[in-house]
Protein backbone atom coordinates (compact mmCIF):
# COMPACT_ATOMS: atom_id res chain seq x y z
CA UNK A 1 0.00 0.00 0.00
CA UNK A 2 2.88 2.08 0.52
CA UNK A 3 3.25 2.62 -3.33
CA UNK A 4 -0.45 3.49 -4.60
CA UNK A 5 -0.66 6.97 -3.48
CA UNK A 6 -0.96 9.88 -5.77
CA UNK A 7 0.85 12.83 -6.12
CA UNK A 8 -0.02 15.71 -8.71
CA UNK A 9 2.03 16.92 -11.81
CA UNK A 10 1.61 20.05 -13.88
CA UNK A 11 2.33 19.05 -17.58
CA UNK A 12 1.22 21.57 -20.56
CA UNK A 13 -0.20 23.63 -17.57
CA UNK A 14 -2.61 21.15 -16.73
CA UNK A 15 -2.60 18.67 -13.84
CA UNK A 16 -2.13 15.24 -14.07
CA UNK A 17 -2.60 12.67 -11.34
CA UNK A 18 0.02 10.63 -10.54
CA UNK A 19 0.92 6.97 -9.28
CA UNK A 20 3.70 7.42 -6.81
CA UNK A 21 6.58 5.04 -8.48
CA UNK A 22 4.23 4.41 -11.23
CA UNK A 23 2.52 5.65 -13.90
CA UNK A 24 -0.30 8.23 -14.47
CA UNK A 25 -3.90 7.57 -13.48
CA UNK A 26 -6.07 6.49 -16.39
CA UNK A 27 -9.66 6.28 -17.35
CA UNK A 28 -11.48 2.99 -16.85
CA UNK A 29 -12.72 3.43 -20.41
CA UNK A 30 -8.84 3.94 -21.37
CA UNK A 31 -9.11 6.80 -23.33
CA UNK A 32 -6.73 8.92 -21.67
CA UNK A 33 -4.90 9.63 -18.69
CA UNK A 34 -6.91 11.90 -15.69
CA UNK A 35 -5.38 15.30 -16.64
CA UNK A 36 -7.25 17.90 -14.65
CA UNK A 37 -8.03 22.04 -15.06
CA UNK A 38 -7.46 23.14 -11.50
CA UNK A 39 -4.94 22.03 -8.90
CA UNK A 40 -7.44 22.24 -6.38
CA UNK A 41 -9.39 19.30 -8.36
CA UNK A 42 -6.28 17.61 -9.26
CA UNK A 43 -5.51 17.55 -4.98
CA UNK A 44 -8.57 16.56 -4.48
CA UNK A 45 -8.81 13.64 -6.29
CA UNK A 46 -5.26 12.93 -5.34
CA UNK A 47 -6.62 12.66 -1.73
CA UNK A 48 -9.78 10.07 -2.17
CA UNK A 49 -6.84 7.91 -3.44
CA UNK A 50 -4.45 8.07 -1.20
CA UNK A 51 -3.67 5.70 1.56
CA UNK A 52 -3.96 5.50 4.67
CA UNK A 53 -6.50 8.26 4.90
CA UNK A 54 -8.63 6.47 2.79
CA UNK A 55 -10.46 3.68 3.25
CA UNK A 56 -9.69 1.54 -0.23
CA UNK A 57 -8.20 -1.44 0.26
CA UNK A 58 -5.28 -3.11 -1.88
CA UNK A 59 -7.65 -4.87 -4.53
CA UNK A 60 -9.49 -1.34 -5.23
CA UNK A 61 -6.27 0.03 -5.64
CA UNK A 62 -4.37 -2.42 -8.23
CA UNK A 63 -7.77 -2.50 -10.12
CA UNK A 64 -7.52 1.24 -10.37
CA UNK A 65 -4.21 1.46 -12.08
CA UNK A 66 -4.99 -0.87 -13.95
CA UNK A 67 -8.20 1.03 -15.29
CA UNK A 68 -10.54 -1.37 -14.89
CA UNK A 69 -13.78 -0.96 -13.36
CA UNK A 70 -13.91 -0.42 -10.05
CA UNK A 71 -15.73 -1.94 -7.27
CA UNK A 72 -17.52 -0.19 -4.35
CA UNK A 73 -16.39 2.13 -2.55
CA UNK A 74 -15.60 4.52 -5.26
CA UNK A 75 -14.65 8.35 -4.22
CA UNK A 76 -17.38 10.30 -5.17
CA UNK A 77 -15.61 12.22 -6.94
CA UNK A 78 -14.23 9.72 -9.10
CA UNK A 79 -17.10 8.95 -11.63
CA UNK A 80 -17.51 12.67 -12.28
CA UNK A 81 -13.48 12.72 -13.29
CA UNK A 82 -13.81 9.78 -15.46
CA UNK A 83 -17.67 10.51 -16.96
CA UNK A 84 -16.19 14.38 -17.78
CA UNK A 85 -12.88 13.03 -19.75
CA UNK A 86 -14.44 9.89 -21.56
CA UNK A 87 -17.73 11.62 -22.59
CA UNK A 88 -16.95 12.46 -26.29
CA UNK A 89 -18.07 15.87 -27.53
CA UNK A 90 -20.71 14.74 -29.65
CA UNK A 91 -22.59 12.62 -26.61
CA UNK A 92 -22.46 15.97 -24.37
CA UNK A 93 -23.92 17.96 -27.17
CA UNK A 94 -26.73 15.57 -27.62
CA UNK A 95 -26.88 15.51 -23.82
CA UNK A 96 -26.97 19.40 -23.98
CA UNK A 97 -29.95 19.50 -26.43
CA UNK A 98 -32.29 16.47 -24.36
CA UNK A 99 -31.76 18.96 -20.81
CA UNK A 100 -32.95 22.19 -22.90
CA UNK A 101 -35.16 20.76 -25.36
CA UNK A 102 -36.79 17.90 -22.76
CA UNK A 103 -35.86 18.57 -19.17
CA UNK A 104 -36.19 22.44 -19.89
CA UNK A 105 -39.04 22.47 -22.40
CA UNK A 106 -41.48 19.66 -21.30
CA UNK A 107 -41.39 20.23 -17.66
CA UNK A 108 -39.00 21.73 -15.19
CA UNK A 109 -40.08 22.21 -12.18
CA UNK A 110 -39.52 25.85 -11.13
CA UNK A 111 -41.36 26.54 -14.46
CA UNK A 112 -44.59 24.41 -12.71
CA UNK A 113 -46.98 25.42 -9.62
CA UNK A 114 -49.59 23.72 -7.87
CA UNK A 115 -53.18 24.98 -7.91
CA UNK A 116 -53.83 24.09 -4.22
CA UNK A 117 -53.12 24.27 -1.43
CA UNK A 118 -52.79 28.05 -1.37
CA UNK A 119 -49.26 27.92 1.13
CA UNK A 120 -47.69 25.83 -1.27
CA UNK A 121 -48.58 27.56 -4.32
CA UNK A 122 -47.32 31.00 -2.77
CA UNK A 123 -44.11 29.45 -1.33
CA UNK A 124 -43.31 28.27 -4.95
CA UNK A 125 -43.94 31.36 -6.25
CA UNK A 126 -41.43 33.46 -3.71
CA UNK A 127 -38.48 30.81 -4.24
CA UNK A 128 -39.80 29.97 -8.44
CA UNK A 129 -40.74 33.71 -9.33
CA UNK A 130 -36.87 35.08 -8.20
CA UNK A 131 -34.75 32.09 -10.43
CA UNK A 132 -37.28 33.22 -13.55
CA UNK A 133 -36.18 36.61 -13.32
CA UNK A 134 -32.70 36.04 -12.57
CA UNK A 135 -32.69 33.86 -15.83
CA UNK A 136 -33.96 36.22 -17.90
CA UNK A 137 -31.93 39.46 -16.72
CA UNK A 138 -28.47 37.51 -16.19
CA UNK A 139 -28.60 34.55 -18.99
CA UNK A 140 -31.26 36.21 -21.47
CA UNK A 141 -33.80 33.33 -20.91
CA UNK A 142 -37.20 34.62 -20.24
CA UNK A 143 -38.99 31.27 -19.43
CA UNK A 144 -42.94 30.61 -18.81
CA UNK A 145 -44.66 29.83 -15.46
CA UNK A 146 -47.73 27.62 -15.68
CA UNK A 147 -50.26 26.07 -12.90
CA UNK A 148 -50.74 22.83 -12.71
CA UNK A 149 -48.44 20.14 -14.05
CA UNK A 150 -49.24 20.03 -18.01
CA UNK A 151 -46.73 21.50 -20.64
CA UNK A 152 -46.92 25.07 -21.41
CA UNK A 153 -44.37 25.47 -24.18
CA UNK A 154 -41.55 27.70 -23.67
CA UNK A 155 -40.17 30.70 -26.12
CA UNK A 156 -37.72 29.18 -28.30
CA UNK A 157 -35.38 31.91 -28.08
CA UNK A 158 -35.50 31.28 -24.02
CA UNK A 159 -34.54 27.65 -24.73
CA UNK A 160 -31.75 28.84 -27.00
CA UNK A 161 -30.62 31.24 -24.80
CA UNK A 162 -29.78 28.54 -21.92
CA UNK A 163 -28.80 26.19 -24.62
CA UNK A 164 -26.02 28.94 -25.15
CA UNK A 165 -25.24 29.07 -21.32
CA UNK A 166 -24.30 25.26 -21.19
CA UNK A 167 -23.07 24.65 -24.52
CA UNK A 168 -20.14 27.16 -23.28
CA UNK A 169 -19.56 24.84 -20.40
CA UNK A 170 -16.54 22.67 -20.58
CA UNK A 171 -16.77 18.71 -19.77
CA UNK A 172 -15.93 19.01 -16.02
CA UNK A 173 -18.73 21.70 -15.76
CA UNK A 174 -21.12 20.13 -17.83
CA UNK A 175 -21.22 16.54 -16.25
CA UNK A 176 -21.94 17.90 -13.06
CA UNK A 177 -24.75 20.40 -14.35
CA UNK A 178 -26.49 17.56 -15.61
CA UNK A 179 -26.34 15.28 -12.78
CA UNK A 180 -27.83 18.02 -10.85
CA UNK A 181 -31.02 18.83 -13.97
CA UNK A 182 -31.66 15.08 -13.67
CA UNK A 183 -31.82 14.31 -9.99
CA UNK A 184 -33.66 17.80 -9.28
CA UNK A 185 -36.00 17.62 -12.34
CA UNK A 186 -34.62 20.92 -13.59
CA UNK A 187 -31.93 22.47 -15.46
CA UNK A 188 -32.60 25.96 -13.94
CA UNK A 189 -31.88 24.83 -10.61
CA UNK A 190 -28.56 22.97 -11.77
CA UNK A 191 -27.78 26.15 -13.89
CA UNK A 192 -28.11 28.76 -10.73
CA UNK A 193 -25.81 26.07 -8.82
CA UNK A 194 -23.13 25.76 -10.74
CA UNK A 195 -23.18 30.08 -11.08
CA UNK A 196 -23.88 30.36 -7.62
CA UNK A 197 -26.95 31.88 -7.81
CA UNK A 198 -28.09 29.22 -5.49
CA UNK A 199 -26.76 27.26 -2.83
CA UNK A 200 -27.19 23.55 -1.61
CA UNK A 201 -30.17 24.46 0.63
CA UNK A 202 -31.01 26.88 -1.69
CA UNK A 203 -31.59 23.56 -4.09
CA UNK A 204 -32.68 21.49 -1.97
CA UNK A 205 -35.88 24.01 -1.16
CA UNK A 206 -36.83 24.12 -4.12
CA UNK A 207 -36.30 20.61 -5.71
CA UNK A 208 -38.35 19.57 -2.51
CA UNK A 209 -41.13 21.74 -1.95
CA UNK A 210 -43.99 19.07 -2.79
CA UNK A 211 -42.27 16.28 -0.61
CA UNK A 212 -42.12 18.99 2.41
CA UNK A 213 -45.40 20.08 2.19
CA UNK A 214 -46.98 16.33 1.72
CA UNK A 215 -44.52 15.45 4.63
CA UNK A 216 -46.32 18.44 6.90
CA UNK A 217 -50.12 17.35 5.94
CA UNK A 218 -49.46 13.26 6.11
CA UNK A 219 -46.29 12.92 8.78
CA UNK A 220 -42.99 11.89 7.00
CA UNK A 221 -42.93 8.56 4.28
CA UNK A 222 -39.50 7.24 5.11
CA UNK A 223 -39.20 6.68 1.08
CA UNK A 224 -39.06 10.11 0.62
CA UNK A 225 -36.87 10.92 3.50
CA UNK A 226 -34.15 8.51 1.92
CA UNK A 227 -34.68 10.19 -1.62
CA UNK A 228 -34.17 13.83 -0.10
CA UNK A 229 -31.13 12.65 1.49
CA UNK A 230 -29.54 11.28 -1.50
CA UNK A 231 -30.38 13.71 -3.10
CA UNK A 232 -28.46 16.11 -0.97
CA UNK A 233 -25.88 14.26 -1.51
CA UNK A 234 -25.73 14.61 -4.90
CA UNK A 235 -26.44 18.22 -4.74
CA UNK A 236 -23.28 18.75 -2.16
CA UNK A 237 -21.01 17.13 -4.45
CA UNK A 238 -21.98 18.85 -7.03
CA UNK A 239 -21.01 21.98 -5.27
CA UNK A 240 -17.81 20.61 -4.32
CA UNK A 241 -16.98 20.11 -7.67
CA UNK A 242 -18.25 23.62 -9.03
CA UNK A 243 -16.33 24.81 -6.00
CA UNK A 244 -12.82 22.87 -6.83
CA UNK A 245 -13.35 24.16 -10.71
CA UNK A 246 -12.63 27.36 -9.58
CA UNK A 247 -10.14 27.26 -6.59
CA UNK A 248 -6.70 27.55 -8.25
CA UNK A 249 -5.35 25.31 -5.02
CA UNK A 250 -7.08 23.54 -2.43
CA UNK A 251 -4.06 24.39 -0.20
Not at 44 to 66: C, D, H, K, N
Not at 77 to 104: I, N, Y
Not at 134 to 142: D, E, F, K, P, V
Amino acid sequence: MATCYVAVQEPSGAFSVRWEGGGPLATPAGRGVVTLPTRALAEAVAEALRPPESPLGARWIQRARAGLPLPPPVPPLLPLVFTALDMSPEARAKKAHRLVHGLLAGGDVVCYRAPRPEDLARRQAVLCDSLLEWCANALGSRLNATEGVMPRAQPPEALDALGRVIGAYDAFRFVALADVAEATGSLVLAVALSECFRDVDGVMEVATLEDADRALGVGEDPFLAARRASLREDITLAAKWFALLTEESAS
